[in-house]
């Protein structure tokens, strides 16, 4: 993907756009996934935790960043170390808390890794669904200033021009984005240890 249509993507997956979404996922998906399975060696580990699952943990994650402009991607290998730093993270994330809580996943029979992997490495309707149903309650919980604000900032605004777009100082604009953004991330189920 060349850098003029990497960037025009991420500022419509930014701005909210379902087919961009896709498309992202469609793309990168299979970095993640790669990334776990190697991250998740032992094949009685496999048997508790799909790499299916952890994707789409970390692209929830990963959307719900994009959107408050956390990310400073130059290119598509930024994002795809980002994305399969993520899924390292998450996926030992999950090995830790499995084995702090006490499972034993020693005691699990294993199994061959190709009875585990699907065939096919795709976007699917529940990752798809899972970013739409995110947005739409990030949505919810923020108000239409604070939504108008994230759209202004996705689309690259700085926050003098938008301060001079809406009234305001530029200053308390951001702090009132801020505290729409630390709303949604209380209210919602993101994992901070994605990243």
């Not at 702090?100 to 990752?127: C, N, Q, W, Y």
């Amino acid at each position: 993907m060349d850098e003029a249509r990497f960037h025009t993507l991420i500022q419509r997956v930014r701005s909210g756009d379902e087919e961009a979404a896709r498309e992202l996922v469609r793309d990168y998906e299979p970095f993640i996934r790669r990334a776990v399975r190697l991250q998740l060696t032992d094949a009685r580990v496999r048997r508790v935790f799909d790499s299916m699952d952890v994707c789409q943990a970390v692209l929830i994650s990963f959307f719900t960043r994009a959107a408050e402009g956390r990310f400073d991607l130059h290119g598509p290998n930024d994002l795809v170390n980002l994305l399969m730093t993520m899924a390292r993270n998450k996926a030992s994330k999950k090995v830790r808390d499995e084995r702090a809580g006490g499972r034993d996943v020693a005691r699990l029979a294993a199994e061959p890794i190709e009875e585990r992997e699907p065939a096919e490495e795709k976007a699917t309707p529940s990752v798809i669904a899972s970013v739409r149903e995110l947005v739409g309650k990030a949505k919810e919980l923020m108000s239409p200033d604070e939504w108008r604000l994230l759209e202004l900032r996705n689309q690259g605004h700085d926050w003098a021009e938008i301060a001079a777009a809406c009234g305001g100082t530029p200053e308390g604009l951001r702090k009132r984005l801020e505290r729409g953004l630390s709303l949604v991330r209380e209210r919602l189920p993101l994992d901070e240890a994605a990243i």
